[in-house]
């Protein structure tokens, strides 16, 4: 037993200090992460100014965790030749844009002090495979209601509030 001197405090055995440490870590994560998840219905975006003329190319989708907490890519087309699903939003910063992959889409940005949301969405409807058709209704419904979205350079990450992840790469963008 280590001796005790009147300003020493006893020694924690090595596997007490090792769970010790991981529960205050774990206590310090969700506290911190806390601050970073948008409550429910929460629209948190850049300013619309930042994404003002810019293409945007879907190159992930994560579905929700399953029930052993593994996130799951959606398997999306990919590359020009495959019609990829696209998103633009305009010079003005008062529109957004793109491609489903089949069909074309529009809607209107509106923006205030929670961040910007879409409205309006409207598409083409031209008949395509089922499997892209699901997709296409998946992808119109994650763009109506999502939670947040988040720009780290070239990625743009939109997340739904069923914590489904769709990951896009900045593209050129083609000015008319």
């Not at 209107?108 to 008949?127: W, Y």
Request: proline residues 8%; positive net charge.
């Amino acid at each position: 037993m280590p001796k005790k001197t009147p300003y020493s405090h006893p020694t924690i055995p090595a596997p007490r200090r090792l769970f010790l440490a991981f529960f205050l870590f774990g206590i310090g994560l969700m506290v911190g992460c806390a601050n970073v998840i948008p409550p429910c219905g929460a629209k948190i975006s850049p300013p619309s100014s930042e994404l003002r003329n810019t293409r945007w190319e879907l190159t992930r989708w994560n579905l929700p965790p399953n029930s052993k907490g593994e996130v799951r890519a959606r398997q999306i087309p990919q590359g020009e030749a495959s019609n990829p699903i696209q998103i633009a939003f305009d010079a003005n910063g008062q529109r957004v844009s793109g491609s489903t992959g089949c069909n074309r889409f529009t809607a209107e940005l509106d923006e205030d002090s929670r961040g910007f949301s879409l409205s309006k969405i409207a598409s083409t409807k031209m008949a395509c495979a089922p499997q892209r058709m699901e997709l296409e209704n998946d992808f119109l419904y994650q763009l109506n209601d999502y939670r947040s979205i988040i720009r780290n350079g070239d990625q743009l990450l939109m997340i739904g509030n069923d914590r489904e992840v769709l990951s896009f790469t900045q593209r050129q963008s083609t000015n008319k």
